[in-house]
């Protein structure tokens, strides 16, 4: 369905249909899917369009590689550091991407939660002085213990 509506749009958005599904499917942990539905993409991407691509291999993996589609290489990529639970490569493709990633909607927010989720990196604390300041000056509130009333102590 995703290659449906990305055939009706722009050549140029390709990366974009497949990943929403991709990125979701990692935010829910579902690396199979993740990897079936980008499988599946893919093939259909090479089978109907006339895109340059080229077919890697190895003893582990194959992959496609589409020169023009740099996001569609980024999917692939962060599926297999998922897989292998690596942040060391994650860290380096979401470096090597990240002006394509700043382009695309939402992607950077998904890639902190997928950092998050596959790979335990908390996002950073963003500083805000105001609260900073204000948790210095005053301790913490502290919720009120709860007491039973009598109802002779009402009347």
Not at 53 to 63: A, G, K, P, R
Request: charged residues 20%; proline residues 6%.
């Amino acid at each position: 369905m995703l290659y449906e509506w990305h055939k009706e749009d722009e050549a140029h958005t390709a990366p974009q249909y497949i990943g929403r599904a991709v990125l979701q499917y990692l935010r829910l942990q579902n690396i199979e899917f993740a990897t079936k539905s980008l499988d599946i993409f893919v093939q259909l991407l090479k089978q109907n369009e006339s895109l340059p691509n080229q077919e890697l291999s190895s003893s582990q993996s194959e992959m496609v590689v589409f020169p023009t589609f740099p996001l569609l290489n980024f999917l692939r990529l962060l599926v297999c550091s998922a897989q292998r639970q690596s942040y060391d490569l994650y860290s380096k493709l979401k470096s090597h991407y990240q002006t394509a990633i700043d382009e695309s909607p939402n992607w950077n927010e998904n890639m902190t939660k997928i950092a998050e989720i596959h790979f335990g990196q908390r996002p950073a604390r963003q500083n805000n002085m105001l609260s900073d300041l204000l948790g210095m000056l005053a301790p913490p509130i502290s919720k009120p213990t709860s007491t039973s009333v009598k109802q002779d102590d009402l009347d």
